[in-house]
């Protein structure tokens, strides 16, 4: 099954359900941030998700600054939200909330 776009009503139902998650204003993407104790912590964090993201062929956009870690989720295959975003989201999550 090929992958397709988010209908509106499709995004704004997944993205009520990915906690922390919102809209990017003007622009088809979910964006999150993240702050942990200290830098090896949130690289720690972006390590995770480097191996997971590799594996599914989706990556994500991100801005570390220290123990900060920003990140912004988007199929650019279909110019925007997928399942595979939905996908990336709920794994971070998972890790994060840990």
């Known amino acids: 099954m090929a992958l397709k776009k988010f209908t509106q009503e499709e995004r704004d139902e ?7 998650w919102s809209l990017v204003e003007g622009r088809e993407a979910i964006k999150r941030s993240f702050q942990f104790k200290d830098f090896n912590a949130a690289f720690g964090f972006m390590t995770r998700i480097a191996l997971y993201a590799d594996k599914a062929d989706h990556h994500p956009e991100w801005f570390n600054v220290y123990n900060r870690v920003e990140i912004t989720l988007a199929t650019h295959d279909v110019q925007g939200l997928s399942t595979r975003d939905v996908a990336l989201a709920e794994f971070i999550n998972s890790i994060y909330d840990q």
């Open 14 to 20: 997944h993205v009520a359900k990915l906690n922390g």
